[in-house]
């Protein structure tokens, strides 16, 4: 199966059910708040669910680069399967979790579980899709993110209806026993093959496995792509983890409503933005090799008077408007971050590269996602996600300076 033809496209398919999982499971905690705090009195506190919510991305981040070493000298089928695995096992024992604490270790081992998957599932699609249907490629299994991000915002609505801890149930055993499916048809595939090490010396084993990290870090072209990486990410982050309590709070909705409202629009958007971006991408790249970085501007653009407009609108109008520009540039820049990476550093440390990127990307998430905390509780959440479009700006620029590709798609 793993030489026909169709097989690439159903790599794609089958990890975007994964990546589905991978943001329905970690997005719709921030949902189902106000059911649980029922149960979980210490989640009344938005600085506690702020740190909560922090406590995931931290780990997820700092073991992001971890993950991505690893995916680049080992199978990415394995480390996907078990990723999958682990994650939705936590998922389930949260549903058995009575205190803050077991709620909140349970969390940091999500972002340990889940940081094995993004590096080693874009790497593997990047393998089996090169030149022409890259982005594509990307961009559908980038939807899958998005729809799993929408469907979290269901999680309030299916709490309300039955219970959260039903709710954390049957997402974990959904996604463990999806993972069996993984392991029957998931094939790998690495486009080069990695340096051994003789003699199975494991301190040379280790300064091998790290190589990569210095060669990466010698690239001045790389750090220019952390930064455009890390910027959007501050804004991006606070929509996923923040954007239901703005709806909430500014149209005075119930959390019930607001949720899937909140996420619905804003990853329908990124649904649409990612699928423009990635066939735009793909075929501007053969005219001019900026391509991907021009449609990845365009993007970014369009956050700027989103972010704008979810600050400071109080009408439904300007708070929906907000969402939908947001989501769309935002999908289109998410989707042309691997393949902008791909024309700068080779095969054998893309994995790495992207892990390094989700180290930047995510802390400054974390960052941003507590210190919204303490801004909802000081009545300045608005005003300080319009602030953010300032760090979007910084980013755009440092990529039209920088970034001059020599190639598509970057070999050894």
């Known amino acids: 199966m793993k030489d026909k033809k169709f097989y690439p496209w159903l790599v794609v398919g089958m990890l975007w059910f994964v990546a589905l999982l991978n943001y329905l499971d970690r997005q719709m905690l921030s949902t189902m708040k106000p059911s649980m705090m029922i149960d979980i009195p210490e989640l009344i506190s938005a ?21 991505g070493i690893i995916a680049d000298r080992l199978n990415r089928k394995w480390m996907i399967v078990g990723s999958l695995f682990v994650w939705s096992g936590v998922t389930l024992l949260m549903g058995y979790a009575t205190t803050f604490d077991q709620i909140y270790a349970l969390r940091a081992i999500m972002g340990v579980s889940e940081a094995f998957y993004i590096p080693a599932g874009l790497a593997l699609i990047a393998d089996y899709h090169q030149g022409k249907t890259r982005s594509l490629a990307i961009g559908i299994h ?58 199975n010396n494991i301190f040379k084993e280790l300064a091998s496995s790290f190589k990569g990290i210095g060669v990466l870090l010698g690239n001045i072209s790389f750090w220019v792509i952390l930064f455009y990486f890390s910027a959007p990410s501050l804004p991006g982050w606070a929509t996923k983890n923040w954007l239901p309590t703005l709806f909430s709070d500014s149209l005075h909705l119930d ?14 958007a990124s649904f649409v933005g ?13 005219k001019n090799l900026r391509g991907r970085i021009y449609t990845g501007v365009i993007g970014l653009s369009l956050t700027i008077p989103a972010l704008i407009l979810l ?37 054998r440390y893309r994995a790495t590269g992207y892990g390094l990127m989700n180290l930047v990307g995510i802390a400054s998430g974390a960052f941003i996602t507590n210190l919204l905390g303490k801004s909802f509780d000081s009545g300045n959440l608005g005003r300080d996600f319009a602030i953010l479009g300032f760090v979007v700006v910084v980013a755009i620029v440092l990529q039209l300076t920088m970034l001059h590709p020599k190639q598509i798609d970057k070999v050894d």
């Not at 801890?165 to 026993?177: K, N, V």
């Not at 699928?275 to 053969?286: E, F, P």
């Open 142 to 199: 980038t939807t899958g993110i998005y729809l799993g991000q929408a469907l979290g915002g269901f999680g309030a609505t299916i709490a309300l209806a039955f219970s959260w801890q039903l709710t954390f149930h049957s997402f974990g055993l959904l996604g463990m026993g999806y993972s069996v499916i993984l392991m029957i048809f998931l094939r790998e595939k690495k486009a080069y093959v990695h340096e051994t090490v003789q003699g």
């Open 47 to 67: 600085q506690n669910f702020g740190r909560l919510m922090a406590v995931f991305l931290w780990i997820y981040a700092f073991m992001s680069p971890i993950s």
């Open 274 to 286: 990612v699928l423009i971006g990635g066939v735009l991408s793909d075929k501007w790249v053969q």
């Open 311 to 347: 600050g400071y609108g109080h009408s439904f109008p300007t708070i929906l408007g907000g969402a939908l520009c947001f989501g769309l540039g935002f999908g289109m820049f998410d989707v042309n971050n691997m393949p902008i990476l791909c024309q700068f550093v080779s095969p």
């Open 255 to 268: 959390m019930s409503q607001a949720g899937p409202m909140s996420t619905i629009t804003i990853a329908m």
